[in-house]
C-alpha cells in the first residue's frame, strides 16, 4: 500500500516528519477503511510525482491515536498537508491527484 517515496509515521515519529521547510503531506488511513485503500494510489502517485521536493507520510490512525486526536482526525481518509510545520490545508473523505497536487503547488510557492 506505499512505495519507497512514502514514509510511515506515528506517534513517536510524527513530529520529525512534519517539522522544517520543506511541504509534507500526511495520509491518516486504517487497514479496514475501504476509501482509504481506494486512495492508496493516489498517494503513491502524489508521492512519485513530488519524489525530493517534498514529503510524504501516512498515519495508521489504529495503531498511532495521539496525533490525530491532537489534529481533531475525526474521519478517515483525511490528508493534511503541512507547510512550516503547520496545517496549510485538510482534505477529508476521497481526493483526487489534481486537489492535492494543488495543494501541494501552492506550498511550494
Known amino acids: 500500500m506505499?512505495?519507497?517515496?512514502?514514509?510511515?509515521?506515528t506517534d513517536s515519529s510524527f513530529d520529525e516528519?512534519?517539522?522544517?521547510?520543506?511541504?509534507?503531506l500526511v495520509d491518516f488511513w486504517a487497514e479496514w477503511c475501504m476509501p482509504c485503500k481506494a486512495l492508496g494510489?493516489?498517494?503513491?502517485?502524489v508521492a512519485k510525482t513530488y519524489a525530493g521536493k517534498v514529503k510524504v507520510g501516512k498515519m495508521n490512525?489504529?495503531?498511532?491515536q495521539h496525533v490525530p486526536v491532537k489534529y481533531n482526525i475525526q474521519a478517515?481518509?483525511?490528508?493534511?498537508?503541512?507547510?512550516?510545520?503547520?496545517?496549510?490545508?485538510?482534505?477529508?473523505?476521497?481526493?483526487?491527484?489534481?486537489?492535492l497536487s494543488a495543494a501541494l503547488d501552492a506550498a511550494l510557492g
Open 2 to 9: 506505499a512505495s519507497e517515496n512514502i514514509q510511515h509515521a
Open 17 to 24: 516528519l512534519v517539522k522544517g521547510e520543506t511541504p509534507v
Open 41 to 45: 494510489p493516489v498517494i503513491d502517485d
Open 61 to 64: 490512525t489504529d495503531s498511532s
Open 76 to 99: 478517515i481518509p483525511t490528508v493534511l498537508i503541512f507547510n512550516g510545520g503547520e496545517v496549510a490545508q485538510k482534505f477529508v473523505g476521497l481526493t483526487t491527484k489534481k486537489d
